[in-house]
Each structure stands twice: as C-alpha cells, then as structure tokens.
C-alpha cells in the first residue's frame, strides 16, 4: 500500500511544478482563479488515482492451496451479520470485476474485501469492495447491493470469499464461486423470474394457468425464488421441475431478517421490504445473463398478453426492429378484479383446486385520473445492471414504454377499484384467445398432479 502512495506522490509532482510555472508571477483575479481550478483539478485527479490504486487487487499470499469453506446456500450471512452474501458472478462488460449481489444494512456497512484465490500457484489476492446500496430501499434499513471487486488481472479466479478485512485466516471464510465466468450459447429465448413466493402460497390454479400461458407465449424456464408455499403447491411445483421448466431457488430470507409483506417502510421493526423481492429479481437477472436472451420480471398472477403479436418472440422482434439500442421494455399493467366474474368456463372439475381460474375475469378497471398505472419488464439482461421492480435503475440500453394496443399485463388479483360497479369496467376477453390450448394444457397437469 505504502509503494503505492508513493507512486501516486510521484505522479502529483510533475503537476505541482506546471502549477508553479503557470501560477508564479501571475497578479490578476483572473489569473488567480485559473490557478485554483488547476490546482483543484490536479489535487483532485491525484485523490481519485489513489483511489482507484486503494482498489486494485494485491497479493497477500503465496503459494498455499485455496481455503475456506465451500457455500451452497442461497443466502449465506457474514461474520458482522449485517452483510448476507446471494452470490458473486463475473462481469466483464466495462472491466474484469467480480459483482458480488448481496444485501447490507445501508449505515452499517462501511467496506469489504474480495478475497481471491489462483490456481494453480495459489496466490491469493484481495481487492477492496466497491458498495453500492441500491437506490430503492424505500426506506428500509436493509437493501440490494451490489458488492464490485476488480479482479486479478493475471488469473481467473473461480472462487471468492467476502470479509471486513484485508487481514486475516482464510480457512473460516465461507467461499463462493463465481458464476457467468463462461461464456454460453442462449439455451432459452425467455426466462420468467418470480421473486419471493411466500405466504403459505395456495393460488394453485391460477399459478398453473399462468404457467401454461407462459409456455404457450414462448417461455423455456421460469425461476422461483421460494419462501414457502402450500403441500398442495409443492406438488405442482415437483411437476414443473420433473418438467424441466421450473428452476427452484431456495430464499430463506427471514431466517435472516425480519421481512415485511409490504414494499415500503412502516416504521414496524422490520429490515426489508416484500421479502427481499428486489436482490432476487437482481439475482435473477445476473443468474440468466448468459443463458437466456430475454429475461421477464412479472408476478405469477401476472401474464403479459401481446395484442397485435400471437406469441412473445414475435412481439420481442417486432419491438427490437421498431427500437434499435433498446434493452428494456416496459408494458403497462392492469387489473382484472377476481371480484368480478362471468359464467362462461366454469369448468366443474376446477372447482376442487384452490385458486382463481382466470378464464372468468375478463373484465379490467378503468384507467384512473392522475395515477399512472406501474409497469413490469422484458429485458435483455446483458443491458441491465441494475433493477428495481418497475423500472430498471442503471442500464446500458436505452428503455421503452411499450403502447398499450400492442400489449398489456393482465393482473388478476382484488381489485384496486373495489367501488365501481360492474358496468364501469372494460370487458376484455384478449385471454380467451387462447382458450383451447390453455384448458386442454391446464387439465393434463390438473390430471397429472391434483386430480
């Protein structure tokens, strides 16, 4: 560190004396301010040189084999318990970093390290951590973060620990590997990402629904990240797994943190909001960088249908074709009240299964005077660095608000409107478009699973 210094005092000293030779002899306020500014300018180009030298990876030691202890868990807590690590992926879109997401306490956690270790010769490096606390913690104390170490630039470290200290005994360490260290060829066009099914979840006949509407618009996978969810659930969520199209990923958040149902602070004692919906959407994202060329952020009583396309790929080029640059877009969400609901597809036999049967709520509220209605995403995830729920936080990409007579979110779920009467409502019947195909897919894994 201390050759460091040194070498950043070096490089300040053939500044200081252009400053003397511009700022000697001068006498005019004019003068005297463009010698400030320079002066500043410099004593402010060196502070960020050694800043950027604080974060260079340094070999702390040399020839040991790599230690510490082997992770799996979704979530694994650090030491200080104010750190919980999600998992760290390789990111080689502006320099060769190691993006760690995580989740920290916003005041608390005030710096990190990334302890690297190369094979064969076992060098181990560290690097220190960039933090940066997501901007929508809507007040929590808690939030997404994410956590950026430069690598080593003379090896590709497959594996990192995360301690407070550049000092210490790696062999307590828990390690984690880094993902996304290979590139991969898409093995999917669309990837679903459901965040934080919680709540003892039963809503199983619309969760099939939904699913079946997901492959019939073009979805290969869906990723969920599980809290709890009913007996009756797990069935169906073995079915789609056995399948291949569902991915499980444990969330065990409030073995951590006191969570909150609620995505906005209530001053209740709670750590973070809606379960930590928002590290899982961007874990989600970082998870499916390589290996899908479009990433989907909805609910599971969400279903983004295309109006002028008869699937998602069809729609995604037309987009892509009409907005060149564009990583993100944005459709606009509405509700359909489970509330209201028509006779036509009342099946019987779905009578038994607990859940909502969308094909009977085709009736959506009105717009409302001077409140926007919130938005969910297709993305493309090499574009996204950042996320919130609605809206993406730092891209590469430019986004697009998507109109709504080519597409929108269909939202079945109580209503926001529980006032307006039935004929208020729009009737819109675009789901029953696909009402062969959803009924006969929906009963195989009805018969298959339940009944």
């Not at 809507?138 to 090896?155: H, S, T």
């Not at 969520?237 to 291949?244: I, P, R, S, T, V």
């Not at 209605?373 to 993305?379: L, S």
């Not at 809206?391 to 209503?415: F, K, Q």
Request: proline share 5%; with cysteine.
């Amino acid at each position: 560190m201390e050759q460091h210094k040194v070498q950043g005092q070096r490089n300040l000293h053939p500044r200081l004396d252009t400053f003397k030779m511009l700022c000697g002899g001068k006498k005019s306020y004019l003068a005297a301010a463009v010698c400030v500014i320079t002066l500043t300018s410099m004593v402010t180009l060196s502070y960020l040189q050694l800043q950027t030298l604080s974060h260079l990876p340094k070999i702390i030691q040399e020839g040991s084999r790599c230690r510490g202890k082997m992770t799996n868990s979704t979530i694994t807590a650090l030491k200080d318990n104010r750190t919980f690590i999600i998992s760290p992926y390789f990111d080689d879109r502006e320099s060769k970093v190691t993006r760690v997401i995580g989740i920290v306490h916003h005041e608390d956690v005030k710096q990190l390290y990334c302890w690297f270790c190369c094979q064969p010769d076992g060098k181990m490096y560290v690097s220190k951590a960039k933090i940066d606390v997501h901007s929508d913690r809507f007040g929590f104390p808690y939030g997404a973060a994410d956590i950026v170490c430069l690598e080593p630039k003379n090896c590709e470290p497959t594996h990192v620990s995360i301690h407070q200290s550049p000092h210490g005994n790696t062999d307590q360490l828990p390690r984690f590997e880094i993902k996304n260290r290979k590139a991969e060829t898409f093995s999917v066009d669309f990837t679903v990402c459901i965040s934080a099914m919680f709540g003892n979840y039963n809503n199983v006949l619309q969760f099939i629904q939904s699913m079946e509407m997901y492959k019939i618009l073009g979805v290969q996978k869906v990723v969920i990240y599980k809290n709890n969810c009913s007996h009756l659930m797990e069935k169906v969520l073995k079915f789609y797994m056995e399948e291949g199209t569902v991915e499980i990923i444990p969330w065990p958040i409030n073995s951590h943190l006191k969570v909150s149902s609620k995505w906005h602070f209530m001053q209740d004692g709670t750590h973070i909001g809606y379960y930590g919906q928002i590290t899982a959407l961007n874990d989600c994202i970082y998870r499916n960088m390589r290996r899908s060329k479009f990433v989907v952020l909805i609910d599971a009583d969400e279903i983004i249908l295309p109006l002028k396309h008869p699937d998602w790929m069809t729609m995604m080029s037309s987009l892509q074709e009409q907005n060149p640059g564009t990583g993100i877009f944005l459709f606009e969400n509405h509700i359909f009240p489970e509330t209201i609901s028509t006779h036509v597809f009342n099946i019987s036999s779905w009578n038994t299964v607990p859940g909502v049967n969308i094909l009977q709520h085709v009736h959506r509220e009105p717009d409302r005077k001077d409140v926007i209605n919130p938005r969910k995403m297709i993305i493309d995830p090499r574009k996204v660095i950042q996320t919130s729920v609605h809206s993406v936080l730092r891209a590469y990409g430019n986004s697009v608000n998507v109109p709504m007579d080519v597409a929108l979110i269909y939202h079945c779920r109580v209503p926001l409107q529980g006032n307006l009467p039935r004929e208020s409502l729009i009737r819109d019947t675009t789901l029953w478009r696909y009402n062969l195909s959803l009924i006969m897919n929906v009963n195989k894994v009805l018969y298959q699973t339940i009944l």
